[in-house]
């Protein structure tokens, strides 16, 4: 049971965003959040990992075809202190997904609580499983 919480702990560190063509505007790392993904039979639910991030500093942007979840971590500090060691390092999220046009993009929702963003993506009409009932001929 330690050596899976172990590895489960070495499987949480934080994986530094590597992505190309895109331009920091802040000189600060920037992580890929972890995700979960649930499917419903309506709708698709993306679970992303922030943590000291608020819902003022999420930013989502829809682009054509691609989804992207940008969050901004402030700094904690308290004032008068520097920080002297650290385990934990501190960084922006970035994370860019491809949709299909399955989702219904015009009904996209999000949340934010405690670090945790849950994205609701809705799944078109067509997309959508339907029983479909037979009749008596």
């Known amino acids: 049971m330690a050596m899976n919480a172990e590895m489960q702990a070495q499987q949480a560190t934080k994986q530094e965003a590597t992505e190309s063509g895109v331009e920091q505007t802040r000189d600060r790392r920037v992580f890929v959040p972890r995700v979960d993904i649930y499917e419903s039979g309506d709708d698709l639910i993306v679970v992303a990992d922030m943590p000291g991030v608020d819902e003022n500093n999420v930013d989502i942007t829809l682009e054509q075809d691609r989804l992207t979840i940008v969050g901004r971590v402030d700094p904690v500090a308290p004032n008068g202190y520097t920080l002297a060691y650290a385990e934990y390092a501190e960084g922006d999220y970035r994370r860019t997904f491809t949709l299909s046009n399955e989702i219904d993009r015009d009904h996209i929702e999000a ?27």
Do not use: C, D, E, F
């Open 111 to 137: 949340t934010m609580s405690n670090g945790v963003l849950r994205l609701r993506l809705p799944k078109a009409a067509p997309a959508k499983a339907r029983k479909i009932a037979v009749k008596a001929a």
